[in-house]
């Protein structure tokens, strides 16, 4: 099957209105007054985004209270937020999360119940694994999870224990907030007790569930990179415009041609290897698990890469607090080793096509 790399107008009829949005509420000057405050997340931004604009319910059937779309359209809503550093639980709640519950019985009960309510952007719920678990790995089934993206956010978390898959209420939880290096998405200490909470699934079921959720967390998590990716270049493209020296553009001269050139070709494989992935989880490809490690491997370097040129590129102003391209970088470097490092993604390339494992 010929993936579908290509958007069409409705994926950019999304574009459009989620970057509006980013660009009136979530603009870069927001974000570097709220990562000095204690809450990142902008107010507000979470309900206009995952509840009146539906993004939240992307994944979902209609019949179960979502848009009835797809992980394409999904991937777009993660490369506007990928572009903005936007502070906000959409990969973990709406993806991750919902992903997971989707492989479970949804044709009554709880899970029903869950899903309605992550569709329309009411409840937030995060899988109590660490950011830097891969789709392969096996969940932690202790009392204490530590590295949890978004859980400050959450009203339920979904904790794999060894009798299966358990939402239990954040307010039966305690969460601990951790110092991470990427500060527009918090890191939290998950500890609960191993009573409390509703039994969504036995424990084949949920290993099972965990890893779809985890496999397509790891595929949109590329179309993030390349969002922020394209930022950085268009960010330093402008910059090496307006900025002189000797009575010329600093972008006119070779050397930085030349290293704006090589990124925008690096730039371009990234997209291709996000959109495949993209459309492997949509069309539930048997290749997902090998596209999805393929744009791991690929989108995560090109991201680090593309954040770093925009600091360098900027000379002295990059370097600042005031200007956004660190935030940028801290978000490159910290997707780096979220849901598998690169060196994980490579070792499951090579596993998947019969190759030895790379050195």
């Known amino acids: 099957m010929t993936s579908q790399l290509l958007y069409t107008e409705t994926e950019d ?3 459009a209105a989620v970057r509006s949005l980013l660009t009136d509420r979530a603009d870069p000057s927001v974000l570097l007054g709220r990562i000095e405050s204690d809450d990142p997340y902008v ?5 206009s985004l995952a509840g009146d604009m539906g993004a939240a319910g992307l994944l979902v059937p209609e019949k179960l209270g979502g848009q009835g779309a797809s992980h394409r359209e999904a991937a777009v809503v993660l490369e ?3 572009r903005a550093v936007t502070p906000a639980p959409y990969l973990t709640s709406a993806v991750v999360a919902t992903e997971t519950l989707l492989a479970l019985d949804t044709e009554s009960g709880p899970v029903v119940e869950l899903l309605a309510g992550l569709a329309s952007g009411r409840t937030v719920a995060v899988l109590a694994v660490p950011l830097s678990a891969a789709p392969d790995a096996e969940p932690p089934i202790s009392g204490t999870v530590t590295g949890v993206a978004d859980a400050v ?9 060894e009798d299966g898959l358990h939402a239990v209420p954040a307010a039966d939880a305690t969460v601990a907030p951790q110092t991470p290096l990427d500060l527009t998405r918090p890191l939290a200490a998950v500890t609960t007790d191993g009573t409390s909470g509703t039994r969504l699934a036995d424990a084949a079921e949920a290993t099972s569930a965990i890893r779809r959720g ?5 595929g949109l998590l590329a179309s993030e990179q390349l969002g922020l990716a394209e930022w950085c270049l268009e960010e330093t493209v402008r910059h090496t415009r307006e900025r002189y020296q000797f009575n010329r553009p600093v972008g006119s001269f070779q050397a930085l041609k030349h290293r ?6 690096e730039i371009v494989n990234a997209r291709a290897a996000a959109r495949a992935a993209a459309d492997a989880l949509a069309t539930g490809s048997p290749e997902a698990p090998l596209t999805v490690a393929v744009a791991q491997a690929y989108c995560s370097k090109v991201a680090v890469h593309a954040a770093e040129e925009c600091v360098q590129l900027h000379g002295g102003i990059g370097m600042t607090w005031e200007h956004p391209a660190h935030l940028a970088l801290k978000r490159a470097k910290s997707d780096q080793i979220a849901l598998g490092s690169v060196g994980r993604h490579q070792d499951a390339i090579a596993a998947l096509v019969g190759l030895p494992a790379p050195a």
């Open 153 to 161: 956010a959450a009203d339920v978390f979904l904790v794999p224990r």
């Open 43 to 47: 107010p507000g931004l979470w309900k």
């Open 214 to 218: 985890l496999l397509a967390g790891a």
């Open 13 to 15: 009829d999304l574009r």
């Open 260 to 265: 704006m050139a090589q990124l925008w070709l």
């Open 80 to 82: 506007e937020l990928g």
